[in-house]
């Protein structure tokens, strides 16, 4: 087992996916020779050559218009754009194209894509380079949408991103490019639409996906300290979403907290909490309670901090969780 | 008997051209930089309005008069087609019907000038581009009839689904193009766009990654000068659209869209050109909507009788009677031999739309994803518990 | 009182608009002469000229940022996309700008833009005519996302959205557009950030916007066969959202459905349930059910009916409330 | 002492223009319908090189010397700005600085073309243009240093935000120029981009929406030739970014974006043919970017030492100076004082971008509406208590 960063994971992936099937191509803005800003493509051009790993003229709905072309040929586009806001000009190539070419031929024509995102913040980065925009993507039925939280996760989700026959909306939580951790690649985790238990607790459920499964796990940590031992579910998988083993999990804790680093109004977090209460209401001892990003444009770097869900946010809503059973006090009515 | 037209034949699409697609270089700046790039200044024109020839060109020769006659068959059943699926819209078979009367020489030239391996990318106008290739009318109409979104097999047809959201189809088009050249075919893709929709940002995109990946592509604007009811002065200032092409290095050309002569020759020489690796091609073809936008435009609000009843005079479908009349290859017993075939293309038509399709409610689930996901396999199983309680309901009435 | 469409309606607030504020400019495509494919601006060009209302090319990204400009002169732009899925091209522009603008300047430029976005289905329409686009904005910190589903809202919102000095996305159902009802015009209904109950009753809440809200009413008349006397609330602001009128039927009633004709997964409706539950906990006997479109494209016009929301389906989950207190058999673990 | 360079007197721009913008029409086709629309083959140049003056030329006549002696001012202060700038990025005052060091000629030139009641629409990378706009060189830093977004007052300065998403700033100059001119003001506005993002489907519409409303506006291509890594070879197979103009019916212009005088000339009459109603105008600067894409990039990637050293020969700053020496219009003691005044900008720059600056966080609720709806206000009281709870921690250890 060596260390590796999850950068370097997502590089193995692509190398190893290009290796092992010649119709792949990686192509997008400063994917070639540069190796693309955060390194994902490092290396690529040098070991397959400009013909399969190249940069396109500066424009996100030509690439990914432009992958769609080329996958009704039988080829494997995985295209990267950028920062997160600068997948918006492909928005209409994604939604009613992408998303939807298999079912307006009924299955004749299908978009096998990958589409790499490198999303949300904490790095410190200027005005829209930190959105969060996956639910822009799980809204839209035909995509799949998966974010990969540790190494060896964004190692095999990106492998099977590239294999599965459907469009794949790759979400890759940038503050954790360069976080590292053991593994041994090439290494095959769960499949899409399984979640994880990260860490397994009794008290109540924490369920995460991408930059929010650090800080899910760090409260964890902290809250054995207040007397809770709480279960950290990785959602992994955002389309298809797992519902057994979140469900599961609440069943058995009767406490839950969404936690995602996306402005909080009708995001992913909206969707879980829903599901949730829907499946497991005579399970609960409180409601599902959600912890996001404020409902704000993604602030300047010196104000991210306050923006960005914290371990200390996750436990105060932890707190909230009407442990001695009383109604939370912010709700009663006057 | 089968009415639909053939498919012409020609060489099969797979071929012998090299892997690799060379990426265009910009040119440092020479003499005349722009030179090959400008459209004339005039459009092609082999035909007169009336039908007489004019001069021959040596840079467009006149296409064999064999092709002449298919084209004017093809444009002839097409137009059978058009007023039939006009019919069918007053009848309540059809939802909707965008009407392309008047642009039959572009659309079937275009199409003629195709092998049959070549894609088309078509948007919701080219119903007579599609039958034209060949494929099936009542497919042609599932669209708009409205019992799937695309009722043809692409694949199978080399035809993309009919592009609604305008443009899009210029980068698909590009990367098609690009792709069946890195695999070592010589297919060009053909894509067809009005001209409201050069407006779009795709158009740039489309025309501007086929050119530096010189991606084998004919960017064919049909001219028609309304986008709905917007006419061409508010969507450019440029002194035409065909101007556009050498901002990225793709040459271009007009042409009278209303003579299919001049149509099928520059369409011709542009899918050549885009074959023989040399990158995209754009052309603007003159042409007019006769109609309006479709059957549930007014068109009288905003353009008037006259300006309408001047083009009835360049009908492009008589012009190439007169000619091939005037050439003695099309005589009283051939029109009407084709008229027939026309007849009976229609009424074939007529009736297999007569009967509203079935259609399962259960096939919704069947194509979002390769595998329903567990989320939609629940929702499935939901509408289907409704549609059993439905059919007991009415069981039991 | 006189009977009118909404279409009718929409057209006389533009029309007033105009009238009353100089700086207000209509334009989009086909509005001009023709008058819009729906007919919302019909005369406005005959009675205020072509520099009041008018035709730009067509290019969905250049309208929207064509407005930003506009409004950043003083002048109040009010734009159409001709359909939901053709606001898509202009998403990077309404996402990266129109929402972000003032937050970027703190407040030195605004853009008080309406972007009106006919939306939704039910009218036998072909793809990418019938989209329910609602989420993507009012998960876009910065938009107001406002919906009529009467008449005279629509006059009444409208109005409001255009002296808005926020930007607003003004939802019409397309469905909706020729209802007609009674109306004195001009007419002002209750304001932004206000949810309205439509119809009273005692034993649960249907909450619902736009093109849901007739589906909910008749449901709720449906429903008294059935021995249930549900409430309606029509949300009509979904941001700002207004949590008091909602919390306060539902605590009343004790049971809540969500109805919307979007797909389900993340959106409006999902955020609905989620934040009923986080406030009406104690108050509820059942979990919060939702009611949606189904998680696909939208389909052809022949199976658009299995798609959308059927007063059947919103009372098969009315059904589900668990009115005998026991637990919804679908979701009881294996 | 104030060393903010000031704003050039001109004009004010209220002004007498009628409010009718004319819409264009398309012309028919006429002799050469291109006429006046394409670039000059070669890109307009004054100076040479090595600051020698070429011939004089009617079409672009020298700007006055004052405005000369001016360029230079600023394009040193902006110099020694850019350098300082980069300084801060070591120093830990900066996260990100996009340098534009070589491009001073452009950013200088064409802030110097305008009026002060003309707008500017910046992208990431026109630092120096913004310093020589006149706004304070702190707020022009308060984005990369992180504070907030925009650090000046658009309004005040009538100068955008400094744009990020590429290419969409162009469609915003065209409403606010055809928004100006509509009101009967006779602002220009000039909107920046780079050749990269002329690519972007947003370039295409600016460029077309303000063709078809006559909008003033500039458009000022810096073709630096690179986009990050990505060289002009990858982005068109155009002869020249110029030669976008025809297609819409734009004229444009080549120029040396490493003269000085030549840049300003193009641009002064570029802004008069914008502000005289004649629509807008379309320049192409051919420079470089000496530095990386920002002090994060590593530009050795993908380019070569020698490329960046041939390029150090046509330094715009050395060639001004050259020639205002020759002319007799600069000796050693302007150019000491000069550099003194830029030494002492760096100097107060420095000292003010010493401290981190104070945020507040709550000011994140202040401006996302106009009123905060009732759930930030909710989030506002929920991180009111967290900030409370925080300093009630500190206070007791
Ligand atoms: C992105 C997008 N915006 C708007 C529309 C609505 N729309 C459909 S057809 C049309 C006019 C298109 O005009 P043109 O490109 O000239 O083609 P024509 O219909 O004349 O063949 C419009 C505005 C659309 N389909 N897609
Ligand atoms: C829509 C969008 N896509 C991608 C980016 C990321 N990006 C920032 S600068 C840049 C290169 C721009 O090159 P160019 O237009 O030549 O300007 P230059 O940086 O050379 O001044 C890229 C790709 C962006 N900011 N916006
Ligand atoms: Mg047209
Ligand atoms: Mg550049």
């Known amino acids: 087992m060596a260390t590796t960063t999850m950068a370097k994971a997502l590089n193995a992936a692509l190398a190893d996916a290009m290796a092992d099937d010649e119709r792949v191509l990686v192509f997008g803005e400063d994917v070639g020779q540069l190796g693309g800003v955060f390194r994902i493509t490092d290396g690529l051009q040098a070991r397959f050559g400009d013909k399969r790993c190249f940069d396109t003229p500066l424009a996100e709905s030509g690439i990914v218009g432009f992958a769609v072309g080329l996958a009704m040929t039988g080829l494997r586009p995985v295209v990267e754009m950028q920062f997160d806001a600068f997948g918006y000009p492909a928005f209409e190539q994604i939604a009613s194209h992408v998303a939807k070419l298999r079912n307006r031929t009924r299955g004749a024509l299908s978009v096998p894509i990958v589409i790499r995102v490198p999303y949300a913040g904490g790095i410190g980065g200027v005005e829209h380079h930190c959105d969060s925009s996956e639910a822009y993507y799980a809204h839209t039925p035909g995509l799949k949408v998966v974010t990969p939280a540790t190494v060896d996760d964004a190692y095999s989700l990106l492998r099977e991103a590239i294999e599965d026959p459907d469009p794949v909306v790759f979400m890759e939580p940038k503050k954790l490019y360069f976080s590292s951790a053991e593994a041994e690649l090439p290494a095959r985790t769960a499949p899409f639409g399984k979640a994880v238990v990260r860490r397994a607790g009794t008290d109540a459920t924490l369920v995460a996906y991408g930059p929010a499964v650090p800080v899910a796990l760090e409260a964890a940590e902290a809250a054995r300290e207040e007397g809770w031992d709480l279960e950290v579910v990785d959602v992994r998988s955002i389309v298809p979403f797992d519902d057994a083993t979140v469900t599961a999990s609440v069943r058995r804790t009767g406490r839950c907290v969404v936690i995602q680093e996306a402005q909080g109004f009708a995001g992913v977090g909206a969707e879980i909490a829903a599901r949730v209460q829907e499946r497991c209401f005579h399970a609960l001892h409180a409601p599902v309670l959600r912890v996001s990003g404020l409902d704000i444009p993604y602030p300047a770097p010196m104000l991210e901090h306050t923006h960005l869900p914290s371990v200390d946010r996750v436990l105060d809503t932890v707190a909230r969780l009407q442990w001695d059973d009383q109604p939370d006090s912010r709700w009663v009515a006057a | 008997m089968t009415t639909t037209p053939q498919a012409v ?389």
Chains 1, 3 share one sequence.
């Open chain 2, 9 to 397: 034949r020609r060489a099969s699409p797979r071929s012998r051209r090299p892997a690799d697609a060379p990426v265009a270089t910009a040119a440092a700046p020479v003499a005349d930089p722009s030179a090959g790039l400008l459209p004339a200044t005039e459009p092609v024109r082999l035909l007169d309005p009336s039908g007489t020839p004019l001069p021959a060109r040596d840079d467009y020769p006149e296409p064999p008069v064999a092709e002449l006659r298919e084209l004017y068959r093809r444009m002839v059943v097409g137009r059978r087609f058009d007023i039939q699926a006009t019919a069918l819209t007053k009848q309540g078979k059809l939802a909707v019907y965008p009407s392309s009367r008047g642009q039959e020489a572009c659309q079937v030239g275009a199409v003629l000038a195709l092998r049959e391996g070549d894609w088309v990318f078509p948007t919701y106008r080219e119903s007579m581009a599609l039958t034209a290739r060949g494929i099936d009318p009542v497919e042609v109409l599932t669209l708009l009839r409205g019992d799937w979104h695309c009722g043809y097999d692409p694949a199978a047809m080399r035809t993309a689904p009919q592009c609604t959201p305008l443009a899009t189809q210029c980068v698909h088009a590009a990367g098609l193009a690009y792709g069946e050249a890195y695999q070592g075919r010589d297919t060009v893709a053909l894509a067809f766009i009005g001209d409201g929709a050069t407006s779009e940002g795709d158009f740039h995109e489309g025309l501007n990654f086929a050119a530096v990946f010189k991606a084998p592509v004919v960017f064919f604007v049909q001219n028609n000068k309304y986008a709905i009811s917007v006419p061409l002065s508010r969507q450019t200032a440029a002194p035409s659209l065909a101007y556009k092409g050498v901002g990225y290095g793709v040459p271009s050309e007009q042409v009278d869209g209303n003579d299919p002569v001049a149509v099928l020759a520059v369409l011709t020489r542009a899918v050549q050109h885009a074959r023989s690796g040399r990158g995209p091609f754009l052309i603007e073809a003159h042409t007019y909507r006769m109609e309006a936008h479709t059957n549930a435009d007014d068109a009288t609000r905003y353009r008037d009788g006259a300006e309408v009843d001047a083009w009835r005079d360049r009908d492009p479908v008589a012009r190439l009677e007169t000619y091939l009349r005037e050439r003695g290859e099309l005589d009283d017993a051939a029109v009407a031999a084709i008229a027939e075939q026309a007849e009976a293309y229609a009424a074939d038509l007529r009736e297999r739309m007569h009967d509203k399709p079935a259609v399962d409610p259960m096939s919704l689930f069947d194509h979002v994803y390769a595998e329903p996901t567990p989320q939609l396999v629940e929702q499935r199983e939901q509408v289907r518990a409704e549609l059993a309680a439905d059919s007991d309901q009415e069981g039991a009435r």
